[in-house]
């Protein structure tokens, strides 16, 4: 029997891919219509960590998961029979701390073997798991504690990140204050750095003695929809919005996403995902997704300018790697950093890169494919979300065979109505996808209703246009929340982190290109006191931002203002400032009246 047509049964097409996987009970069917996107195998129990390691371990024990290597160079590599072993233990050590199917487990991690071991121990057990960016200062870090409530916290000592040691552990002493009560927080010794040891802390290593001195229980088989994960994004209401994926959809939807990605690379060729573990694509596409297909993966801890830029070729040849995945902010650090281009023989293996999170432009897109490979190596451009699960359309590639149940893309007007060619609306799917959120995490105010329109049409968000090809170009977000370095950061929370700062008066944020990071934020202020001396205050707002929302929502510069028009509506006035400042490259430090008058004169007249 032919496998469903991709285009012309996208739903067939999910169900063909769910045959892959191994189910405790078969789904009744594929998809259930219904609002916000309706349900995917419902019916249907299974366990993510069984599909992820258990039944390859079992075909093939010796057979590489992944590859791992620490910032400072140490390497570790695990087989598939060694992490089901882990993976069992950390499940009855967390099983015996009393974490059941349900209870929710955060994490505080940078990308070590741990990390991953303990996110596939949540899963075996039932227990959602919420990874949190070791970038996280500590009061964003309270404030998504305080939000997911969880039972148990897992975090590290410290972790690497630049050369630099992040002090996680200290974070989460600080942040539990203000985050409720979390009954037991296991700590991964990593940096070996001192840490204060407090009642209720329990060390990784004896956690994971405890469980392999216990008889492995059965991995808990759970409902399609039951919640897997929970990933943070920048919030919209005012604090940190949690997508919830459910165990199903998210896997079928992972392991057909790397099996397109990868299609046509040799199944013993390696795969490196080089981004962050907490975003969804971090799960979806370096964990979940290559294990589900018993893939072997690189998985690198740090970043990849330490010790310079060349780490990426090493690591590329060192495990052979094949298929890369990265976000285009790392492929220009690295066309910036790099003194020369690799040497064909260091990169002989890489036959493939992947970009997403934001646009790869076609100026890098012909560096990797001209400089870096020599006309031997294929770029994707991929767009996704994280409340999609992660990529969702790869552009400038041929993937006939390997092609993706089709979304159904559509740009519209406000009317819902299809745009013209060559004009701009909103993008839509306007099928069902497998990968697609089932909730928001404590979502009172039911935004997760907002995602979807009353035709049943998936609402992204984002502004795009079709060409007279058919082609889609992205042209950034509706809303005020934008792309940098691939991670969504909210012009509002920035903004109110400013306006809480006693020497602000007024704030706004606006949006400038930026050759390295994609984009970059421009505080405009009006000081509370006009004699307070510009350049310090400057440091000092660029710092709170930093201590309130983390490095990404830092604004590169700060230009003052003596005040703002009463009568300007904030949209118009926030037009007038990003037209003040990504006309002038220096980034001025004050704007008189007078330009903020002839700015918005210009737009008048425009």
């Known amino acids: 029997m032919a496998e469903p047509s991709s285009r012309s049964d996208p739903v067939g097409a999910w169900e063909a891919a769910a045959g892959a996987l191994d189910w405790h009970r078969p789904a009744d069917r594929a998809h259930e219509p219904g609002p916000r996107g309706g349900r995917w195998f419902a019916g249907g129990e299974l366990n993510a960590a069984v599909n992820a390691v258990d039944r390859h371990a079992a075909d093939d024990p010796a057979r590489i998961a992944f590859h791992w290597e620490g910032e400072p160079g140490d390497r570790r590599s695990l087989s598939y029979g060694e992490l089901r072993s882990q993976v069992e233990a950390l499940a009855e050590g967390l099983r015996a701390l009393g ?63 630049h050369g630099v040691m992040l002090p996680l552990k200290a974070r989460v002493d600080e942040a539990m204050a203000a985050a409720g009560r979390i009954e037991r927080t296991v700590v991964i010794r990593r940096t070996g750095v001192d840490v204060d040891w407090y009642e209720g802390d329990l060390a990784y290593e004896d956690l994971l003695a405890d469980g392999l001195s216990r008889r492995p229980g059965p991995a808990e088989a759970v409902p399609s929809d039951h919640p897997l994960a929970v990933e943070y994004i ?96 790392v492929v220009r650090k690295l066309r910036h950093g790099l003194d020369r281009v690799p040497e064909p023989e260091q990169i002989v293996s890489l036959v493939r890169v992947l970009t ?5 432009g076609p100026e ?84 997760a209703a907002r995602y979807w329109r009353s035709d049943g049409t998936y609402a992204t968000g984002d502004r795009a246009r079709l060409d007279d090809k058919g082609e889609l170009h992205l042209l950034g977000r509706i809303d005020r929340v934008v792309s940098v370095s691939a991670q969504l950061v909210s012009l509002e929370e920035v903004r109110d982190a400013l306006l809480d700062h006693p020497f602000v008066e007024r704030a706004e944020v606006v949006v400038v290109p930026d050759r390295r990071t994609g984009n970059s934020l421009i505080a405009c202020v009006v000081r509370a006191d006009p004699a307070t001396d510009e350049a310090r205050l400057a440091a000092d707002l660029r710092a709170h931002v930093v201590e309130r929302l983390g490095g990404l929502a830092r ?38 009246a007078r330009q903020l008058r002839g700015a918005l004169a210009s737009l008048d007249a425009g």
């Open 234 to 329: 920048a919030g919209r209401r005012g604090r940190p919005t949690g997508i919830v994926h459910g165990t199903g959809g998210f896997l079928v939807y992972a392991a057909r996403m790397h099996a397109a990605v990868c299609h046509g690379i040799d199944r013993e060729h390696v795969f490196w995902g080089a981004i962050e573990l907490a975003w969804s694509a971090g799960q979806s596409h370096v964990v979940y997704g290559p294990l589900a297909c018993g893939a072997t993966s690189v998985i690198y801890e740090g970043m990849l300018d330490t010790p310079d830029y060349a780490r990426a070729w090493g690591i590329v040849e060192r495990y052979r790697v094949a298929m890369l995945f990265t976000i285009p902010s």
């Open 364 to 447: 890098l897109r012909e560096w990797i494919h001209r400089d870096i490979g020599r006309g031997s190596i294929e770029v994707l451009d991929g767009w996704g979300q994280t409340e999609l699960g992660g990529l969702v359309l790869l552009r400038a590639g041929a993937l006939q065979a390997g092609e993706l149940p089709d979304p159904g893309v559509r740009v519209v007007g406000a009317d819902g109505g299809a745009v013209a060619p060559r004009e701009s609306g909103e993008l839509v799917l306007a099928n069902p996808w497998a990968g697609a959120f089932v909730g928001i995490h404590n979502d009172e105010a039911d935004l």
């Open 99 to 161: 974490v059941a199917r349900g209870d929710r487990v955060a994490m505080y991690v940078g990308l070590v073997p741990e990390a991953v071991v303990a996110m596939l121990a949540c899963a075996r057990l039932g227990a959602p798991h919420a990874v949190l960016a070791a970038a996280l200062p500590q009061d964003a870090l309270a404030d998504r504690l305080a939000d997911f409530d969880p039972k148990l916290l897992i975090t590290q000592d410290g972790s690497w990140r």
């Open 555 to 592: 604004p590169r510069a700060v230009v003052f203002v003596g005040a703002f028009p009463a009568e300007v509506e904030p949209a118009r006035l926030r037009a007038a400032l990003q037209l003040l400042c990504a006309a002038d490259s220096d980034r001025p430090r004050t704007l008189s």
């Open 356 to 360: 997403g999170g934001e646009t790869l």
